[in-house]
């Protein structure tokens, strides 16, 4: 293998297991993103019936000790984690970005 395929796999940017991570990572924020319309259930709905429920066909990943369904939870927390990662991120983008252009452009003990 020869070229920028190459340049990717020695980074380890590329090969199955990588692609394998983004796609299970791709999957969790788009289980994220559309929380509300893929969730079974409420995630703060109480069925004290269902409490402490096995994983089955109605809770995918069972009920917790309240009755909450367990995988509605899961996804609508993803969606805190997912928006707090991104504004993270977008934090950093705006200190980081401008202190490496004015190191980059000006050198000298800005640089050091």
Do not use: C
């Not at 983004?22 to 709905?45: C, N, Q, T």
């Not at 995918?60 to 899961?74: E, Q």
């Not at 927390?77 to 200190?95: E, K």
Request: net charge neutral; proline share 5%; no cysteine.
């Amino acid at each position: 293998m020869t070229g920028p395929s190459r340049v990717l796999l020695d980074l380890g940017l590329f090969g199955k297991r990588v692609l394998l991570h983004h796609l299970l990572v791709s999957l969790l924020a788009v289980l994220a993103a559309f929380a509300s319309i893929i969730s079974p259930y409420d995630p703060a709905f109480q069925n004290y019936a269902a409490v402490q429920e096995p994983p089955s066909a109605h809770h995918w990943l069972g009920t917790d000790d309240l009755g909450r369904d367990a995988f509605s939870r899961l996804i609508h927390g993803g969606r805190v984690s997912l928006t707090v990662g991104i504004f993270t991120q977008l934090i950093a983008l705006g200190i980081g970005l401008p202190l490496g252009a004015i190191s980059g452009f000006q050198g000298g003990r800005v640089d050091n």
